[in-house]
């Protein structure tokens, strides 16, 4: 057999090793590609790591329940109207004499009737505490209980259910009248219809004069403070109260009412957060069978997150 290993050792075999580099160069670019993709999401550096699995993000909390409040056995709370004031009794109460006035809400308070109640309005100006509260009907999700209203002498939540009409002789309480506290177990009283506290039988409330109203008095808050109001002939007022002074007007309304608007002066109660807005309420002047003259002066704010109210009653 012819040996070929001499002639191979002899041959040229620069094409050779050509190929060989080419082959090299090849495979080379094959690892690198491979290891590249094996290392997609990595550090960068020359050890590899693990794919990185994206994190689904957790689904967002389920709504809650919708929720409406319950049908109030008294009835729906009709909105007021006409501005109108009655007096009446709270059946079963220590402190059943009461004075309801109603205005229609302008969106500045919130609700749309105070009752001022106490142990005898007629005797005295003394009263125990005083209920705002507006027609419909609210609650939260954790107690459907429908009420529309709060009791600043307790602080419980109400439902005041009243109907005022006109009989032509002035305004009256209709009977069916009720207050529901929201307390455990719940209480409801009867509203008994009657006239104002201590007022002359014989004298029609409406209308209300301004000249009723005018000259200087001197009223109390429910805890006793002093308020002094001096109402002019035309129906500017100055109302100095807790150590603030305000200023507004007292202007004839119906059902022998007045409205009231009110802010405090430049200078006075500065530090106030009410400062620089203007109060808004009603005012009730009445003569009494004793021969004096009692009025009620309410006044309050509501910028939907802060409330903040001022009523007094006195005589002169």
């Given amino acids: 057999m012819k040996s070929i290993g001499p002639a191979l050792l002899g041959t040229d075999t620069r094409h050779i090793d050509g190929q060989l580099n080419r082959v090299r160069l090849t495979l080379l670019a094959v690892v690198l590609a491979v290891g ?17 699995v994206p994190l689904t993000s957790a689904p967002p909390p389920a709504a809650p329940p919708p929720f409406s409040c319950e049908t109030p056995p ?35 308070r919130g609700f749309d009737r105070w009752l001022i109640y106490g142990p005898d309005l007629a005797q005295a100006p003394d009263f125990t505490g005083v209920i705002y509260a507006g027609g419909g009907v609210s609650c939260n999700s954790n107690d459907h209980t429908a009420v529309n209203g709060r009791d600043w002498g307790t602080g419980d939540s109400v439902y005041l259910r009243t109907e005022i009409a006109d009989s032509g002789a002035g305004a009256v309480l209709l009977q069916g009248g009720s207050l529901r506290l929201r307390t455990t177990p719940s209480v409801t009283y009867a509203l008994e219809p009657g006239p104002l506290p201590g007022i002359v039988p014989t004298y029609a409330p ?18 006793g403070v002093d308020m002094s109001l001096d109402v002019a002939a035309d129906g500017t007022f100055t109302v100095h109260y807790r150590g603030c002074s305000m200023r507004g007007n007292l202007r004839v309304g119906n059902g022998g009412m007045y409205t009231v608007t009110a802010g ?20 009730l002047a009445y003569p009494l069978a004793t021969g004096q003259w009692q009025l009620v002066f309410a006044l309050s704010i509501n910028n939907g997150v802060d409330f903040d109210e001022m009523l007094a009653i006195g005589r002169r």
Avoid at 206 to 223: E, I, V
Wanted: net charge negative.
């Fill in 36 to 52: 590249m993709s094996g290392c997609s999401g990595g550090n960068g550096g020359g050890d590899s790591a693990p794919a990185t």
């Fill in 206 to 223: 409406a209308p209300a004069l301004l000249a009723n109203a005018a000259g200087s008095w001197t009223l109390k808050d429910r805890f």
């Fill in 74 to 108: 008294e009835g729906l709370q009709p909105f007021a109207t006409v501005l109108a004031a009655v007096g009446g009794t709270i059946v079963g109460r220590t402190d059943p004499s009461f004075i309801l006035m109603q205005a229609p809400d302008a969106g500045g």
């Fill in 264 to 283: 405090f002066e430049p200078t006075s109660c500065t530090d106030s957060q009410w400062h620089g807005y203007t109060y808004e309420g009603v005012a």
